[in-house]
């Protein structure tokens, strides 16, 4: 099992910025790859970017793209999401998830059914 707990939500101005934390416990001697997700209210939960377990590639969602950042340190069981030039379509709760299958990972990684393990969420908004 592996648990995700987010952190780093909150309230900001549009062209803002703000950082998310994702902390991994659990079975974190396997390898896993990892995504974060959103979901505003009212609408489907939506891909925002993807991280493999080496941290070698990286997918994003083209309405982030160049503005926000995925990292993970696993040394410290922790992924990131850094997001720049926030826009009120940003707001949203956003979700980090996590597989253990990687094997396929190429083809789901922007998927909500290719993840096994997801957090609680935690609250982004966005002002005008």
């Known amino acids: 099992q592996v648990q995700l707990v987010e952190s780093g939500g909150g309230l900001v101005q549009a062209g803002g910025s703000l950082r998310l934390s994702c902390a991994v416990s659990?079975?974190?001697?396997?390898?896993?790859?990892m995504g974060w997700f959103r979901q505003a209210s009212g609408k489907e939960r939506e891909f925002v970017a993807a991280?493999?377990?080496?941290?070698?590639?990286?997918y994003y969602a083209d309405s982030v793209k160049g503005r926000f950042t995925i990292s993970r340190d696993n040394a410290k069981n922790t992924m990131y999401l850094q997001m720049n030039s926030l826009k009120p379509e940003d707001t949203a709760v956003y979700y980090c998830?996590?597989?253990?299958?990687?094997?396929?990972?190429?083809?789901?990684?922007?998927?909500?059914?290719?993840?096994?393990?997801w957090g609680q969420g935690t609250q982004v908004t966005v002002s005008s």
């Open positions: 659990g079975r974190t001697s396997s390898a896993y790859n």
């Open positions: 998830a996590a597989t253990l299958t990687l094997s396929t990972y190429h083809s789901t990684y922007h998927k909500v059914s290719g993840y096994d393990y």
């Open positions: 991280i493999s377990w080496s941290g070698g590639w990286s």
